[in-house]
Every structure is written in C-alpha cells, then in structure tokens.
C-alpha cells in the first residue's frame, strides 16, 4: 500500500470521526431548553407544595403561605425586569456612546 493511500484512508478516517462527534453534540443539544423549562416549572411547583405543606406543619394557615409565595414572586419578577431595565440602559449607553465617538469601533 502506498503512502498516498495511507494518507487518504487516515483523512477518511478522521472526517468520519469528526462529522460523528458533530451529529452527537448537535443531537444532544436539540430538547434541552424544552427540558429545561419543563424541570424550572415541575421544581416551581415541587418547591410550592413543599412551602405550604412546610407551613402547614408550622400551624400557618393555607391561604396566607399562599399570599406569602404570591409576594414572593412577585418580588422576583420585579427584579427579573430590574435587571432587563439595567441590561436595556447599559445597551444604549453603549450605543450611544458608540454613536458619539464616530462609530470606528
């Protein structure tokens, strides 16, 4: 066998490999934020029921451990949208900042 064979056959060999190893990771990568977001809400309500039957061992009535985690989300999704308004405002002084110096960079 010659070496230009060799050489060909080893090239073969590695593009396999390498479109192999590209088909597993594109693979693995197609469900996951769908299964992301299934485990975010199925351990939501894990962490929900825990809460209120928790407070309910502590002698807490029902509906005020519910208003406690209604509060509490609320708190949460005010500073979620806190930080989308921070991360808006470092965006357009950036812009601006890009706009001002000229646009060069």
């Known amino acids: 066998m010659s070496t230009e064979s060799a050489d ?3 090239r073969a060999v590695r593009a396999r ?6 088909s597993e990771r594109t693979s693995g990568q197609k469900g996951s934020a769908a299964k992301l977001a299934r485990t ?3 351990g939501t309500l894990a962490l929900s029921g825990a809460i209120v ?3 309910d061992q502590y002698g ?3 509906e005020e451990t519910l208003q406690f985690l209604a509060y509490s989300a ?3 999704v005010a500073l979620v949208f806190a930080g ?3 991360a808006l405002m470092l965006s357009l002084i ?3 900042i890009r706009r001002l110096r000229g646009g060069s960079d």
């Open 8 to 10: 060909k056959k080893a």
């Open 84 to 86: 989308l308004a921070g």
């Open 60 to 62: 807490i009535e029902p």
């Open 53 to 55: 039957w928790i407070g």
């Open 74 to 76: 609320i708190f949460v």
């Open 94 to 96: 950036k812009v601006l």
């Open 40 to 42: 975010i809400i199925l």
């Open 17 to 22: 490999r390498e479109r192999t190893h590209a």
